[in-house]
């Protein structure tokens, strides 16, 4: 044989060894070694053959060199197409995945409990024709007290219950002052309701905490009984906890109603199995029939206008409704209590 048939030899016997250690190999990192074991331009076999042409005549190169190509080609074509093939297969690594795991969940918002709370109290006074009203939450002495019919030197002026700011400034300790201010850009009939954010110098506890959403409500018109003021919010109580909820009006005082009453409610609550159950009277808001000096000053004829109001607490009563012992559940935002209230 002469030199340059024992290369061309050799170089076939490389390309045998190659194409089937290719076709054996399970990872990239096989391939990569055999590339380098062939291929490579240093150690590479068939790179070694080609350095030996030297030893050619001229004659003899061209059809080593011609072999030789011609063997790098199909042995790196082999390489490719195995990369690719494993690849396919589910490449590095196969054996960590557990393919028929459920995949990963995104987040989703919900709105929370207490909102939700809102929003059903807020479409229950729509469908019995409230509006909407709002106020700031800074208030004067002038808009929280005294146009409330509450003297300065009652005791929840106090600077032990109300937030001061400077300027004669306050945080308001109710919604109340949403009254005023309605009435004193409308003429009756008013039929609000306005929820919103209220402060009190308070220590959170389970019952508790410093600042707190309220709802108000205010009727005013001419005729307005206290047989109004107790049906509608006998009705309100029944559509919201349910027909069979009674209702029940405690005399009780605030400086701005006359006469005042604490509005109880005794629930009947469905158990699991099925059957029911009364519950205790719990007191769900403050009310009372407006009182006539807190019309007068925002300047209605209180002889001609009568009216009622109410206030009450959204999570106080989310608290009930949905029996939760401590209020600041609602403040603490902890995504595993949030997360019972996701609706679909
Ligand atoms: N503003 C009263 C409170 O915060 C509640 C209330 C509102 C009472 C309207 C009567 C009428 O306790």
Redesign the pocket.
């Known amino acids: 044989m002469s030199g340059h048939e024992s290369l061309i030899e050799a170089l076939r016997v490389l390309e045998i060894q190659a194409l089937e250690a290719v076709s054996a190999a399970t990872d990239p990192d096989a391939l990569e070694a055999l590339r380098i074991h062939f291929l490579g331009r240093k150690e590479g076999q068939i790179s070694g053959i080609l350095r030996g042409l030297g030893s050619l005549s001229p004659q003899e190169r061209p059809a080593v060199g011609a072999e030789a190509n011609r063997v790098k080609e199909r042995v790196q074509g082999a390489l490719e197409e195995r990369k690719a093939a494993l690849e396919a297969e589910g490449g590095e690594g196969t054996a960590d995945f557990d393919l028929s795991l459920p995949g990963s969940v995104g987040w989703r918002g919900g709105r929370h409990p207490v909102t939700q709370v809102i929003d059903e109290l807020w479409s229950i006074f729509r469908s019995m024709g409230f509006t909407r009203a709002r106020g700031p939450e800074v208030e004067t002495d002038w808009y929280n007290f005294v146009a409330l019919n509450t003297p300065l030197d009652h005791p929840a002026v106090d600077e032990a219950d109300t937030l001061y700011l400077k300027n004669g400034l306050l945080l308001r ?4 002052p949403v ?1 005023i201010r309605t009435m004193e850009t409308h003429e009756p009939p008013i039929r609000i309701i306005a929820p919103g954010m ?1 402060y009190r110098r308070d220590t959170p506890d389970s019952s508790h905490t410093p600042g707190f959403l ?1 709802l ?3 009727v005013v018109d001419e005729g307005i009984t206290f047989i109004d003021f107790k049906a509608t919010l006998a009705e309100f109580a029944r559509r919201f906890w349910g027909p069979g909820t009674q209702v029940r009006f405690r005399p009780s005082f ?1 400086p ?2 006359e006469p ?1 009453a604490e509005v109880d409610v005794k629930r009947v609550i469905t158990r699991p199995d099925g059957t029911t159950e009364e519950t205790d009277w719990v007191e769900i ?4 029939m407006v009182d006539p000096a807190v019309l007068d000053n925002v300047g209605y004829d209180s002889e001609r206008y009568t009216g009622f ?4 607490g959204p999570a106080r009563i989310a608290a009930l409704k949905y029996g939760i012992r401590d209020i600041r559940c609602f403040f603490e935002n902890d995504i595993r209590f949030l997360n019972q209230f996701a609706q679909p």
């Open positions: 300790t109710h919604t109340s009254q209220v309220q108000e409500g205010l605030f701005f109603t005042s808001m403050g009310a009372g109001a109410f206030g009450m």
